[in-house]
């Protein structure tokens, strides 16, 4: 008796669950919110510092030695239109301040000059419109960078589709970069024509990047998502950096020199699984090959351990491996026939591996028990590379909803 | 070079996309892992600045979200 009144029980639950899982009424389901409301700010605080002894402003020998205090801060704003289409408007300003023991060797008998230091400033705005009916979204952005030696401004549109059942999505992205590159020489090649002080005005030269990028994700089953990622990408101008000096092997020094176009092709792949109930494990690889004769491979692995659904560290490992450009040399081993001829280490030949952790908390009642206040995540990178350089960096995200 | 790079790479892109056909339907109710946050298929704001060292570092550039312009990293 005692166990059939138990199954009543049970079937009368079931019966009382499945009606709880009706269809609410149509209003409900369309009503949306026009006003423009707060959707999301976050901000993010990264320290990086390196250490090397391959300075390209000194040849590729001399100190690497830099620190960077990045801030960045981003509020999202959202409404409804009467279409009932979602368009999502992101403020965003960054500032980095920096030193640099390499930079302040433009005046190679400088202790402390003015190039030893620097602020940048960039900003950027974006607008994004998501309609649910036809399952596409559509977004215009354009940003800006400002620095002593450079500035830059970018344009960029983007358009995505989903399938019927949401399970797959293919994008497209154009962007576009225009820069100037201030041509500041190193001190001892400056003539009395092109001579400036610290604090004049330098000539500028254009350097524009333009480049396409395709995606197309896949939901393979209800624990794996993958995404293939493509890119098409085009520079040209003034590429390499006048301050950068290049040594000969008859020991003259030149400002480097490298061809005004580059054309880049990237292409990845990321694989993100839900290993039982505890453990994602996200992956990225990519490949790249330029027209510059610079062809890598990197690997990304990192887990993401829930120790509880709201709490989740996630150490991960990053490889990366890349050949020469075909106009790199070391100091003093360039000709001087040479007509291309660089000695920055960051396109020589290398491999460099990454490795670090982050940790998470995003509590449903809010952080210290704001409900404002919904996330904060910390992360730690150490980078070593094979020509004996290395970084550490770490980061921090607030998020408040 | 280039060219024939790009279109081993288109060639690779089309195959992925028959390879893909062939994936199961998973409905929205059946959603619950691949929405939760750490599923994101993308880099995650906290990232950013580790992007933007790794881009002026390192030779190669792009698909990332990072920037594949813009910005000087002169140092």
Redesign the interface.
Known sequence: MKKICLVLVGLYLILLSSFAQTKPSQDSIEYKSRKLVLEEVNFVSSYYHQDGNNSSVTGGIGTQKLSDFANIIDIKFAKYDKRYRKHTFTLEGGIDTYSSASSDKIDLTANSSASSHDIRYYPSVSWLVENDKKRTSFGINASASKEFDYQSFGLGISFSKKSIDNNREVGFKAQAYLDQVSLILPIELRTSSNSRREHDDYPTSSRNSFSSSFTYSQIVNQKLQLLFLLDLAWQKGFLSLPFHRVYMNNNTVHSEALPSSRFKIPIGLRANYFLGDKIVIRSFYRFYQDDWGLTSHSVDLETAIKITPFISVSPFYRYYRQSAIKYFEPYQSHLPADKYYTSNYDLSQFDSHFIGAGFRIAPPSGIFGNPHFSMIEIRYGHYLRSTNFNSNIISLNLKFK | ??FK??IY??A??LI??FC?SS??????Y?????N???????S???????M???S?????????GG??????G??
């Open positions: 070079m280039v790079n790009l790479s288109l690779a892109f992925m996309l893909f994936c199961t339907t998973v409905k929205a059946q959603k619950g892992k691949l939760d946050a750490e599923m994101v298929l993308g995650r704001k906290i990232q950013k600045s580790e933007s060292f790794q002026y570092r390192e030779g190669a550039s792009g698909v990332n920037k594949t312009g813009g910005g000087c002169c140092n």
